[in-house]
């Protein structure tokens, strides 16, 4: 079992940036950041595998935000620039034993308590 937490939300004004980090009690695990807006599904945001050779980002966000992972392989990142009304959502970071670049948030095995991200126009 892996434990998950997130940081790094707020508000910010379009076109803005903020970073993301999500800490991990453990390594070795695909993670996976994931938002939900209010009444809305969690949609995919972007993944990358425990060693950080393989990432996917959806389109809606690509070019825009960056996903990384540290040296220790423990916390993650996203770097998001050019913020837009539409990036308004909580961010979760979920957790994978295993890498299969799914962008389906049943397939994470382990989720933190989510950050809030509010972009303003």
């Known amino acids: 079992q892996v434990q998950l937490v997130e940081s790094g939300g707020g508000l910010v004004q379009v076109g803005g940036s903020l970073r993301l980090s999500c800490a991990a009690s453990?390594?070795?695990?695909?993670l996976g950041w994931f938002r939900q807006a209010p009444g809305k599904e969690r949609e995919f945001v972007a993944t990358?595998?425990?060693?950080?050779?393989?990432?996917y980002y959806a389109d809606s966000v690509k070019g825009r935000f960056t996903i990384s992972i540290d040296n220790t392989k423990t916390t993650m990142f996203l770097q998001m620039n050019s913020l837009k009304p539409e990036d308004t959502a909580v961010y979760f970071c979920?957790?994978?034993?295993?890498?299969?670049?799914?962008?389906?948030?049943?397939?994470?095995?382990?989720w933190g308590q989510g950050t809030q991200v509010t972009v303003s126009s």
């Open positions: 453990g390594s070795g695990y695909a």
């Open positions: 990358i595998s425990s060693t950080g050779a393989n990432i």
């Open positions: 979920g957790a994978s034993p295993i890498w299969t670049g799914s962008r389906r948030p049943n397939d994470y095995r382990y």
